[in-house]
């Protein structure tokens, strides 16, 4: 079923076919859009979106099966784990990404392009925190038992987040715009 956030851009059409039943349809009669690159196209942008979130989760993870310190306090484990909800609303994005060039539905845009372009913001802005958040633990919190870890960890965080950077920096060069009206 369609969400009720989008329920203004369908109506319900009931016919009766053949038999004498009654058969309901959503058709959609909302407003169409065009999404355009300046650079690239949809295909290499959903290739591209794939690999970073890929990357992403593998740094990610892996950051989070580093055995450092730091990881055990509260203003680095926070963002650490709030990170996974965007990252998970970024692969479902990814996911949702339309594979034809077509117009599309508000809805198509709103779950796919505009869930990972704010997504993606989140998880770069999370990153950052946790790369911050060890650094800081690092320099305040005295000698570590084990400095390499520490380092290793903000290395894996701020790969991700250079690639989620970069990934947001590219979505500038997609123009959205209404195709055709109701």
Same mark, same amino acid.
């Given at each position: 079923?369609?969400?009720?956030?989008?329920?203004?851009?369908?109506?319900?059409?009931?016919?009766?076919?053949?038999?004498?039943?009654?058969?309901?349809?959503?058709?959609?009669?909302?407003?169409?859009?065009?999404?355009?690159?300046?650079?690239?196209?949809?295909?290499?942008?959903?290739?591209?979106?794939?690999?970073?979130?890929?990357?992403?989760?593998?740094?990610?993870?892996? #950051? !989070?099966?580093? &055995? *450092?310190?730091?990881?055990?306090?509260?203003? %680095? @484990?926070?963002?650490?784990?709030? $990170?996974?909800?965007?990252?998970?609303?970024?692969?479902?994005?990814?996911?949702?990404?339309?594979?034809?060039?077509?117009?599309?539905?508000?809805?198509?845009?709103?779950?796919?392009?505009?869930?990972?372009?704010?997504?993606?913001?989140?998880?770069?802005?999370?990153?950052?925190?946790?790369?911050?958040?060890?650094?800081?633990?690092?320099?305040? #919190? !005295?000698?570590? &038992? *084990?400095?390499?870890?520490?380092?290793?960890? %903000? @290395?894996?965080?701020?790969?991700? $987040?250079?690639?989620?950077?970069?990934?947001?920096?590219?979505?500038?060069?997609?123009?959205?715009?209404?195709?055709?009206?109701?």
């Amino acid at each position: 079923m369609v969400a009720r956030k989008y329920a203004q851009d369908y109506e319900v059409i009931t016919q009766n076919d053949e038999r004498g039943r009654e058969k309901t349809e959503l058709a959609y009669r909302g407003d169409y859009y065009a999404v355009r690159f300046n650079k690239g196209n949809l295909s290499n942008y959903r290739k591209l979106t794939q690999l970073v979130t890929f990357l992403t989760l593998v740094l990610h993870i892996g #950051a !989070g099966f580093i &055995n *450092n310190a730091g990881m055990r306090q509260f203003y %680095i @484990a926070l963002p650490y784990v709030t $990170a996974f909800l965007p990252l998970f609303f970024l692969a479902a994005g990814t996911i949702a990404l339309p594979m034809g060039h077509q117009s599309y539905r508000r809805n198509q845009i709103a779950l796919s392009f505009n869930r990972i372009r704010k997504s993606s913001l989140a998880l770069f802005f999370l990153f950052f925190l946790c790369a911050l958040g060890n650094t800081g633990f690092i320099l305040f #919190a !005295g000698p570590s &038992n *084990n400095p390499r870890l520490e380092t290793l960890f %903000i @290395a894996f965080e701020t790969c991700a $987040a250079i690639a989620i950077g970069w990934l947001t920096i590219f979505q500038r060069e997609i123009n959205i715009q209404i195709n055709s009206t109701k």
